[in-house]
């Protein structure tokens, strides 16, 4: 067993025996990346990893691309590193089946955990029944820090499929405040046509913003526009 077999056993029993509250952001990537980089110290990666984004959320959300630009972190590694927070969020929208997002509060507080750790900006669609009973939460797009599109056609669609009777759009912005933009009014309005020609309800859009959120229904941006 050489030096670094050692290391990673000590890694392991020290994660069976307390959990990750008993590690630092580095060693818990340290850690995950022995799943990928068998045969290399994967310290030094971790490190490299935090200095180039910041904080462990910015590492898992960071483009596979781009994390293949650190040294060491080859294709296996950056697809493990961006599967681990997808398929957390994939594994807490299953748990909320059951949730009734029938009050901003109660949406809000949904919205302020599946857009937790978020660095880029990203729309979801809410398909809800009459009694406000989550039927889906679904990805629509995903762009810069600033900025992202609508896809009207997959709005529609979504409303469709999912048999729902209104739907709630939200994103986040990353780097701003929870304050509509132009582009979040006109993005509105696109939906809300959209939606009122197959008969679903547009309820609200929501901006999520730095542990905030703005619903534009309850604070009468969407009557003037």
Do not use: W
Request: charged letters at 25%.
């Amino acid at each position: 067993m050489g030096i670094h077999d050692g290391h990673r056993e000590k890694m392991r029993a020290r994660f069976l025996n307390a959990g990750l509250e008993a590690f630092a952001d580095h060693e818990a990537l340290e850690l995950l990346l022995y799943y990928a980089i068998p045969r290399r110290d994967t310290n030094p990666i971790a490190h490299a990893l935090m200095e180039r984004y910041g904080s462990l959320s910015a590492v898992l959300e960071a483009p596979v691309e781009d994390l293949r630009k650190v040294e060491g972190v080859g294709e296996s590694a950056a697809i493990l590193l961006r599967l681990v927070p997808q398929l957390h969020r994939r594994a807490r929208l299953a748990d909320a089946r059951d949730t009734v997002l029938n009050s901003t509060e109660r949406t809000g507080r949904y919205l302020l955990e599946l857009f937790a750790g978020l660095n880029r900006e990203v729309l979801y669609q809410l398909c809800l029944d009459q009694k406000g009973k989550l039927l889906a939460c679904k990805r629509l797009s995903e762009g810069s820090a600033n900025s992202t599109e609508v896809n009207i056609r997959l709005l529609a669609e979504n409303a469709i499929l999912t048999s729902a009777s209104a739907v709630i759009l939200a994103h986040n912005h990353p780097s701003g405040i929870a304050l509509p933009s132009q582009d979040d009014f006109n993005t509105t309005e696109h939906a809300r046509a959209a939606l009122n020609t197959v008969g679903v309800a547009l309820l609200d859009h929501i901006i999520v913003a730095d542990g905030d959120f703005v619903s534009m229904a309850d604070s009468g941006f969407l009557e003037g526009h």
